[in-house]
């Protein structure tokens, strides 16, 4: 038997004790213990008694046939450590919560500020016709898209260049475009037209930052972004906001359905 974990043992005084000098410390252990009433098994919270009536230590995972048996096991070195690592696991899980606690509530305060809202993915019905002025010839698009679902007031849009898409945006629009050469290349195979276009001149045409990027949004829905050339300017007025004949958008509150028509210049 170990004694050097033994109160007021000093290191190195232990030896090895027969039965008899165990149950003599081991009693004088208990008396010592009663004594200093420090002992109370109903406040203790890891004893408790099981259905056989028999102690148990909750923390060591040990049993007591009698309180003095448990006692005893109070004042050893194995529960003394296991309340050392309980208390360690405590504070651990307490500054764990306390982490916890303030990165929650550095989320709910975030959130208030941010604009929250359930995508329900793109809108499905929309129309995009190329169309032309009978009178001054100029060509464009008239854009009818339908948001049944809309939650603001009326959708608003905004064209913006190559440059001022999110990097993210840039790599979608850059696979449409190439998606759309592509498409366009097998048509003059389909036509029978030998294919003689020159490289370095294909890929100028198709270069993104050519084109203009228009982009629709209506909450809930996901932003559109439909690709529009940019070889001649629109045809629209200087002041933001304003509409003229050639450039003009409208909102159909009834049949949840949004206009918008423009034209380039010749
Ligand atoms: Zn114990």
Known sequence: MDYSGRVNSKKGAGGIASTEE???YTKKR??????????????????????????ECKLCLT?????????????????????????????????????????????????????????????IDYKII????????????????????IIIDEPFFTIMSFYELTSKNQNLCIK???????????????????????EDEDDEEYEPTKFQYLIISAEPYDNI???????????????????SDTYWWYWDKDTKEFYLQFLYKN
């Open 225 to 243: 972004a439909i690709i529009i050339p940019n070889k001649n300017e629109i045809d629209k007025p200087q002041d933001e906001n304003k509409m």
């Open 176 to 198: 449409e475009i190439t998606k759309l050469k592509k498409s366009e290349n097998n048509e003059e195979h389909v036509e029978g037209a030998e294919d003689e276009v020159e």
């Open 130 to 149: 190329k169309i032309r002025d009978p009178k001054t010839l100029q060509i464009g698009f008239l854009i009818s898209c339908k948001f049944p679902k």
């Open 22 to 24: 165990s149950n003599i």
């Open 63 to 123: 049993t007591h046939n009698n309180e003095s048996s448990y006692i005893s096991h109070l004042g050893g070195r194995k529960h003394h450590l296991n309340l050392e690592r309980r208390r360690i696991l405590d504070e651990k899980q307490n500054l764990q919560l306390k982490y916890q606690q303030k990165i929650e509530n550095q989320i709910s305060i975030s959130n208030v500020e941010k604009r929250n809202w359930n995508k329900i993915g793109k809108p």
């Open 30 to 55: 208990v008396q010592e213990l009663l004594a200093t009433h420090i002992l109370d098994l109903d406040n203790d919270p890891y004893v408790f008694r099981n259905h056989l009536g028999i102690l």
